[in-house]
RNA sequence: GCCAGCGUAGCUCAGCCGGUAGAGCAGCUGAUUUGUAAUCAGCGGGUCGGGGGUUCGAAUCCCUUCGCUGGCUCCA
């Protein structure tokens, strides 16, 4: 007598004999029901799983975020199964889902060519016409070692010896084998929209001593069209590339002379760091900070008390002169502390809020240097806190509804928030660490935004909060870092003298919000594509004369506006207007304005804003203010 | 740092298997005085990233060095 399991599927319930695969079941649902997966109590199964406890299962069809995952999980088996089938004889690595798409890892002697991807691609979607089912299979340890020593398939095995129990789960799709938890997609038909995207390098286990392997990148979603969508918004981040436009637009430019990760900013660029900074600092002063200026070097001394030279690795080497070693300095803190130090405080003085634009050298290695996101010289946005620990729940409320006021301005609207609490290994008492996190989660309840905890997260001195935020196109950028330290506090005995008369240990905060001028910056052209709002546009009006007798009222009108402290240039080439105009709507200047007979004879002038074409005549009289106004007001839209 | 790719005029790029460099744009000069995304003509500009080697001869082949780009946490 065999025995039946009892099944629930949607509402309905099922007798099924022990071991049978759970698709059989579908057979009582309509024809065009076709799911790709089950889901049994949160976790997703095979279709052909077998019957094997009391469950109750829920149907999953493409589009299920989860499924997204398997889909390209399967995709890269594909993967593995096209390049084993090519290049016999590879070794095969690990090959998982990441955010985007998914990977396989390969060890081979020779790298893969461009062809080899184009081959590979073909062969994949040979093997999806195949409509080759994945099958899983359950064997013992010793039979899966076997298995894959019979394949020659070293780091299989390695993985096998290290990850695998007693038994093992293999999936299998023709004479591709491997070793995976599943769950998968129930044949390689399901595979129908993916695309292989680069090769790269990977290390074995990410360990850089391990051999070196060749990573396939590709990406695969449940329809034809966001398969394209996502290749389009590949193709659009491109065209936002910040070094492209950097260039493109004169805002900034690196060197071989200077160095990797070193950046010169431009006019064009400076000024809309100028107004980055002014607008930085006036709204610092207006939430109770106070400015520091410290150097850019300091005695090494300085950097063994604070623990960096044990502990954190991207420093230059130091320089020495008159018998000492000076530190250039990767870090603003410790200038922050000598100012605080520098004599007794008390508590009537706390908070204190000390606010640096520090530039900061850190030794980063040549290969992830990156444009103006990542650099070996930058600016942070930097501040420091002292307060005591009944403050700290304000203090952090502030800085937090801060950092978003300035987001807000450069029209970020959508951010993630997350709150990283005591790792491991940490420093500090336990109940600072405790009141410090309740504090900074009170605080972000407070905002009312959504956050996320990231559970040991946090640095090994103190929790921390950090903010991302979402750019024109989706994309996530980290800005913001909110940081409790235990450890400089201590380090450089920090106190101050309480209403008790005794001393306390002060609560130190680091943040920096915009996170580094270069950094930020980079984002801000990507997320513009360049064309930044008024109050940041290096150019904010361009006059265009139609001849050059219309030259001496062009300058005229340009002496109105900069009179007003407004950026305005004249085009006094010889050229067409048609050909200004098109030099103009490249620079991505907001506005342009054409003057010619008609304009001169009624003080006028003919107003055309960038994307958007022709508006025809205004006055003068009428646009002056309105312009000055959409500038104070930081407007991010145009509207006359 | 490691793996791979790339490095030719200010920019974007062409130069096949070695025969000592070319286009477009930009720049300069001149003509044109122009009405909403490129007027025409002429001129100048490169020791082909640096160094070394092979060769009668190297941008092209080899070695080396520098720089740039992509990637190097995400559990089978």
């Known amino acids: 007598m065999e025995k039946l399991i009892k099944i629930k599927v949607e509402e309905s319930v099922f007798f099924i004999k022990a071991g049978a695969p759970l698709s059989e079941l579908l057979r009582q649902f309509p024809q065009e029901t076709k799911p790709?997966?089950?889901r049994s109590n949160g976790q997703l199964l095979d279709l052909n799983h077998p019957a094997d406890q009391e469950r109750e299962l829920s149907l999953?069809?493409?589009?299920?975020?989860?499924?997204?995952?398997?889909?390209?999980?399967?995709?890269?088996h594909l993967l593995a199964h096209a390049v084993t089938d090519l290049f016999p004889g590879i070794q095969v690595g690990i090959g998982p889902a990441v955010e985007n798409g998914f990977y396989y890892d390969f060890l081979r002697?020779?790298?893969?060519?461009?062809?080899?991807?184009?081959?590979?691609?073909?062969?994949?979607?040979?093997?999806v016409s195949l409509d080759q089912p994945i099958k899983r299979l359950v064997v013992n340890k010793e039979e899966a070692i076997s298995i894959f020593q019979e394949r020659g398939q070293e780091l299989k095995?390695?993985?096998?010896?290290?990850k695998g129990g007693s038994e093992v789960s293999l999936y299998q799709q023709g004479d591709f084998i491997d070793f995976c938890l599943g769950p998968h997609l129930p044949s390689t038909r399901y595979i129908q929209h993916f695309k292989l995207l680069s090769v790269s390098g990977a290390y074995w286990k990410g360990n850089e001593k391990g051999p070196q392997l060749q990573r396939i990148y590709g990406t695969a979603f449940f329809s034809q069209k966001e398969l394209e969508d996502y290749l389009n918004f590949l193709e659009e981040a491109k065209k936002r590339d910040h070094r492209l436009l950097g260039q493109e637009l004169e805002l900034y430019s690196t060197s071989e002379d200077l160095g990797g990760g070193l950046v010169i900013w431009h006019p064009k660029g400076a000024i809309i760091r100028h107004e980055i900074e002014t607008f930085w600092k006036e709204e610092h002063l207006k939430d109770g900070y106070e400015f520091i200026y410290s150097p850019h070097i300091a005695k090494l001394d300085l950097w063994k008390k604070s623990g960096h030279t044990e502990f954190y690795e991207a420093m230059f080497p130091p320089l020495e002169f008159e018998g000492f070693k000076y530190q250039l300095k990767p870090m603003n803190c410790p200038f922050h502390i000598v100012a605080y130090k520098s004599r007794q405080r008390s508590y009537r003085e706390l908070p204190l809020r000390w606010a640096e634009l520090g530039t900061v050298y850190r030794y980063e290695r040549s290969g992830v240097l990156h444009g103006l996101l990542r650099v070996r010289g930058f600016t942070q946005d930097d501040a420091h806190i002292f307060c005591r620990g009944e403050q700290l729940e304000e203090e952090i409320k502030r800085v937090i509804n801060l950092a978003i006021k300035l987001f807000q301005a450069f029209g970020f609207e959508d951010y993630r928030i997350y709150l990283a609490t005591r790792p491991e290994k940490y420093v500090g008492r336990l109940e600072d660490w405790d009141k410090a996190e309740m504090a900074l989660e009170e605080a972000l309840k407070h905002t009312g935004l959504s956050y996320q905890v990231d559970k040991g997260e946090g640095v090994f001195y103190g929790p921390k909060i950090d903010i991302k935020i979402k750019d024109a196109i989706g994309r996530l950028w980290q800005c913001t870092t909110v940081q409790l330290d235990f450890n400089l506090a201590e380090r450089f005995d920090l106190s101050y003298v309480g209403e008790d008369g005794s001393f306390h240990r002060p609560y130190m905060i680091h943040r920096a919000l915009l996170g580094s001028m270069e950094r930020f910056f980079g984002v801000l052209i990507e997320h513009y594509k360049g064309s930044f709002p008024l109050w940041l546009a290096p150019v904010q009006m361009i006059i265009l004369p139609i001849a050059d007798r219309h030259e001496a009222?062009?300058?005229?009108?340009?002496?109105?506006?900069?009179a007003q402290g407004l950026r305005v240039q004249v085009d006094y080439s010889r050229e067409k207007v048609n050909k200004k105009i098109r030099q103009a709507e490249l620079q991505k200047i907001p506005l342009m304005a054409i003057v010619g007979d008609k304009e001169v004879s009624n003080d006028s002038l003919s107003l055309r804003i960038h994307g958007r074409g022709d508006l025809g005549q205004v006055s003068l009289k009428d646009l002056l203010p309105r312009v000055k106004e959409l500038v104070e007001n930081k407007s991010l839209q145009i509207n006359l």
């Open 36 to 38: 790709i997966l089950f």
């Open 553 to 562: 009222y062009a300058k005229k009108i340009q002496e109105v506006f900069k």
């Open 60 to 76: 999953i069809f493409p589009g299920d975020p989860q499924a997204l995952e398997v889909l390209r999980h399967s995709a890269a």
């Open 157 to 162: 095995l390695e993985l096998i010896q290290e």
């Open 109 to 127: 002697p020779t790298p893969f060519t461009p062809e080899d991807l184009e081959a590979i691609e073909k062969r994949m979607k040979e093997i």
